[in-house]
């Protein structure tokens, strides 16, 4: 079967890594994957075609942004794929009621624009699968994790590159700033002498989009580029999504945080898995029941909330303690969360 | 017949007057006839729906890509109307081999950003049914359906004769009328202003009356896009008015205060023999047309009387000789508009997409 995937594509953000992995897979189960567009030149292996008619399936993957082909297009594929053989993957939960965290962070910003999402995906058709871990709150969705661990990405320590931070996070600031402000800082600062760099790796950690609002709610990019400066944290350059993993492996601790409302809609994002590949201690800001959801009960000692200061310091002291929390978390991983099981999945899903 | 066009409908350009005669001929001859999608305040007369149960034809009538209804219009459409119920009408020649005249051309990707293949898997998504407004398409595997057409109750002034007709003919603010904007016409254009130019004293100044004749615009110019030229000397020099563009319901009225309205067709449409929204509209006016035409296209189209519409080698004595002879000139006008009534009418086009409807068109059936 081939399956072309319909997605904003760029190489350091999104769905990027995982589609790469999808496509790496497909072919031992006698498939193949591609994106629709054309080749990137800066990530020659992900595969492009926009050879619509060749396939057999279309899956378009959406985030937070209603991406949209060229009309024409998308009226070739329209009409190549009848609605059952369309499926559609909502990574960032638009297909729900209006979900606002704490006055803050939120899957649609009006009724309105979430019309015009429910609008475009039941035109659409198909099945909408979402990456949560949580029942769909719409009985309309299925859950699907999507997102997988790859054990041939683990980093292992002999290869491993030099460490040079203590702490890092490795993500862009996307709706992070309140719990980043709220949460980590204040433990940085309590325990900033005892800790060496600290990296926050990723977009929009110095300044909003140059695009402008076009780019999103204000509110979403906001930072203290100040605070950072007082606390030495460094902001190095997004790195592509082939380079996360080593330059995660750069540093003793590694942070998870998530945005609000996709934790509180118990999404999985590529992140969770990324960062247990990397030769590093992962941290997460999730609370221990997620933590254990996810990654088994091993996880739920690398739960952050409400003891950062306490546990970072930790992890720096007890480093073999905490890589065998985290050999634990991976072996879970690899028995209910490969990637292997995540095409099987896919595929049989599409073959339906 | 349950007709759903399926187009952009701007009242400013391209077919949107077309669109309008459909929706009135329908409804003389009890059809249902509506434009896909929400209502347009700027268009009062246009029925829209999005309601797509009973519909027996859908007319995917194609010029540029914003032709194609946005999400999720486009995705209801094409799996709620199936593909033989549904025929593409390519205005633009799109569906052909890539096409070089002049400056004209049929795809330019950096234009649109798409490219010839793009526009042909397009349309064979949408319908195996591909009619373009030309007696001899080009391809073997596309029909001949001229869309536009004629409405004998549109003529601005209906004369008994040719007689009356020349009678009335004066008091007109210009010489020529040009209605339509500055896309791959300028050549013909300059070519007409510089033959009339000798006539200009006696016969009026001209109007041209339509986007960016006055200068080359700056997109025109950054993007390297040639065929949008103008020559603001010339247009200075021969008194020319260059004016904006007028909606569609103000073009016949325009073109009736001038003696003379050319009608012009672009490169590409010449050459593929296509006929225009104009090609029939400018007869409705209070003028008397000139054919910047060919001489077989005007027989075919037109009928025979319509050639002394056509001028010769010079267009100024052609002028002068309908000054002097004005019920001449008004005689093949009457002439003509008889025959495009007699082969040109919508209630002619409406019977044949309705035979397209009954045979399912999508099978690509041609008319």
Redesign the interface.
């Known amino acids: 079967m081939k399956v072309l995937l319909v997605m904003k594509h760029r190489g350091d953000a999104g769905n990027t890594h995982a589609v790469a992995n999808y496509m790496r897979l497909a072919p031992r189960f006698g498939h193949s994957v591609a994106i629709f567009g054309a080749p990137i030149w800066y990530v020659p292996e992900l595969q492009f075609s926009t050879d619509i008619r060749s396939f057999d399936r279309v899956v378009y993957i959406y985030e937070s942004e209603l991406y949209r082909i060229e009309r024409m297009n998308e009226a070739v594929i329209l009409a190549k794929f009848p609605r059952q053989h369309r499926l559609i993957m909502d990574t960032d939960g638009m297909y729900n009621p209006v979900v606002v965290v704490d006055g803050y962070d939120f899957n649609h910003a009006s009724e309105a624009e979430r019309a015009r999402w429910i609008a475009h995906l039941d035109a659409l058709g198909g099945r909408i699968m979402q990456t949560t871990m949580a029942p769909p709150l719409d009985p309309r969705v299925q859950a699907m994790a999507f997102y997988g661990y790859n054990p041939a990405l683990q980093m292992p320590p002999s290869a491993s590159p030099a460490k040079q931070f203590d702490i890092l996070h490795v993500g862009h600031n996307w709706w992070r700033w309140r719990e980043v402000a709220r949460d980590l800082l204040p433990a940085f600062e309590e325990i900033r002498a005892e800790v060496g760099r600290i990296g926050f790796i990723g977009l929009w950690w110095d300044a909003p989009p140059p695009e402008g609002p076009t780019a999103g709610p204000e509110e979403a990019f906001r930072s203290d580029p100040e605070r950072f400066r007082r606390l030495n944290i460094e902001t190095p350059r997004a790195v592509l999504y082939h380079d996360v993993i080593h330059t995660m492996s750069t540093a003793r601790i590694n942070i998870m945080t998530q945005r609000p409302v996709l934790r509180r809609l118990k999404h999985l994002t590529l992140k969770y898995f990324e960062i247990f590949c990397a030769d590093t201690i992962p941290l997460l800001m999730l609370d221990a029941d997620h933590a254990e959801a996810v990654y088994g009960p091993a996880g739920r000692e690398l739960s952050l909330p409400g003891a950062v200061a306490r546990k970072l310091l930790d992890a720096l002291r007890r480093p073999d303690h905490y890589r065998a929390v985290v050999e634990d978390v991976r072996r879970h991983l690899v028995a209910n969360f490969s990637y292997d099981r995540r095409v099987e999945e896919l595929f049989a899903v599409l073959q339906d | 017949m349950k007709l759903l066009l399926v187009t952009w409908v701007d009242p400013w350009v391209r077919s949107v007057s077309t669109v309008h005669k459909y929706v009135a001929a329908g409804r003389r001859q009890g059809h249902d006839i509506a434009i896909y999608g929400e209502p347009n305040a700027h268009l009062p007369a246009l029925p829209f729906t999005t309601e797509l149960d009973g519909v027996d034809l859908a007319v995917f009538v194609m010029q540029v ?2 032709d ?9 459409v ?2 709620g109307i199936p ?1 033989q119920r549904r025929l593409v009408i390519d205005l633009w020649g799109r569906f052909n081999d890539t096409i070089r005249l002049e400056h004209d051309f049929n795809h330019l990707q950096k234009m649109d ?2 490219a010839g293949w ?2 042909e ?2 349309f064979q ?2 319908s195996d049914t591909i009619l373009q407004p030309t007696l001899a398409p080009l391809r073997p595997n596309v029909g001949s359906f001229l869309f536009h057409g004629w409405d004998p109750g549109s003529v601005a002034k209906p004369y008994r004769d040719a007689r009356q007709a020349a009678a009335a003919w004066g008091g007109k603010a210009y010489g020529a009328a040009y209605v339509g904007s500055n896309w791959q016409r300028w050549e013909q254009v300059r070519r007409f202003l510089e033959g009339y130019a000798p006539a200009r004293e006696r016969v009026g100044p001209v109007c041209l009356a339509g986007w960016d004749w006055s200068a080359r615009p700056p997109w025109a110019a950054a993007m390297g896009i040639m065929g949008i030229d103008t020559d603001p000397t010339l247009l200075a020099r021969l008194g020319v008015e260059a004016h904006d563009g007028v909606r569609f319901d103000e073009v016949v009225g325009l073109l009736g205060r001038a003696r003379f309205a050319p009608v012009i067709h672009r490169p590409l449409f010449r050459h593929l023999g296509f006929v225009t929204n104009r090609t029939f509209e400018t007869f409705y006016a209070d003028s008397l047309p000139v054919l910047m035409l060919p001489r077989d296209f005007v027989a075919a189209i037109y009928g025979e009387a319509a050639l002394t519409l056509v001028p010769g080698d010079s267009i100024a004595a052609y002028l002068d000789d309908a000054l002097s002879r004005p019920a001449v000139y008004w005689d093949a006008v009457l002439q003509t508009r008889s025959h495009l009534e007699r082969h040109h009418s919508y209630a002619q086009r409406l019977q044949q997409l309705e035979a397209l409807a009954a045979g399912g068109a999508g099978a690509g059936g041609a008319p």
């Open positions: 890509a914003a194609f209804p946005d999400m999720p219009y486009l995705a209801r094409l799996d593909r950003g798409h793009e526009w898997e397009a998504a949408v």
